[in-house]
């Protein structure tokens, strides 16, 4: 309980620590999941089959889920006991990366899915007509849904960086006697600084992950207007 405990003034170094760790946290693991989520949506969007509605539920359904409960699953497969307990991963970066994809995968997928059953029917078709493998339609069909496909990566990526339930309970919050977080980000170190009577860092961390998020918004706004014209 150490590490959790240390008091900071108010540093730069610190406040720059946080951010970096909140940045590494958050863009590996909506990379991650995007490279999975991606292929997920194509292979239900292009193909008919029994429990394709049940499917696309629970995939939508897993935008709800509760963080703090993917953050206890996480940590049991993580912890001495569970699969990758040889890995030690407990408290670290690595777990905090993978809870947070376990929480980006569920509305990147729903979204780029969203997105590809709304392309034209007709450009699917075009593309078969004129010789097109199923990796040719399925690229023809990415570029008319990118749009909607990059909305879902910054929902993704909204839904990581503002995260603080499960990257609490895997990474433990913590941050070395030198002032340099280890597996302290924004938002849990905005609960632990305001808890402790620490108003000015918090209110910085709290102005610092209002913007990153406000330019993320902006930037899904942006693209819905290049979508919407003609």
Do not use: C, H, W
């Amino acid at each position: 309980m150490g590490p959790l405990l240390v008091e900071f003034p108010f540093e730069p170094v610190y406040v720059r620590s946080i951010i970096a760790v909140s940045l590494y946290v958050s863009v590996f693991a909506v990379l991650a999941s995007t490279l999975v989520s991606l292929p997920i949506a194509l292979l239900v969007g292009f193909n008919e089959f029994p429990g394709k509605r049940l499917l696309t539920a629970v995939i939508n359904t897993g935008m709800g889920f509760p963080s703090v409960v993917v953050g206890l699953l996480v940590l049991f497969l993580v912890s001495n006991k569970g699969p990758l307990g040889e890995f030690e991963l407990v408290f670290t970066r690595e777990a905090m990366v993978l809870s947070q994809f376990v929480l980006a995968t569920p509305p990147i997928t729903a979204i780029s899915l969203a997105a590809i059953d709304g392309v034209d029917g007709g450009v699917r078709d075009a593309a078969r007509a004129l010789g097109g493998t199923r990796l040719d339609v399925a690229l023809v069909t990415i570029k008319e849904a990118r749009y909607g496909i990059a909305t879902a990566v910054l929902a993704g990526f909204g839904r990581a960086i503002s995260e603080v339930g499960s990257v609490l309970i895997v990474g433990g919050n913590i941050a070395g006697s030198d002032g340099v977080s280890k597996t302290r980000t924004l938002t849990t170190a905005i609960q632990l600084e305001a808890r402790q009577g620490r108003y000015e860092t918090a209110m910085v961390l709290g102005v610092v992950l209002v913007v990153l998020v406000l330019i993320v918004n902006g930037i899904v706004v942006r693209l819905g207007e290049g979508e919407a014209k003609p």
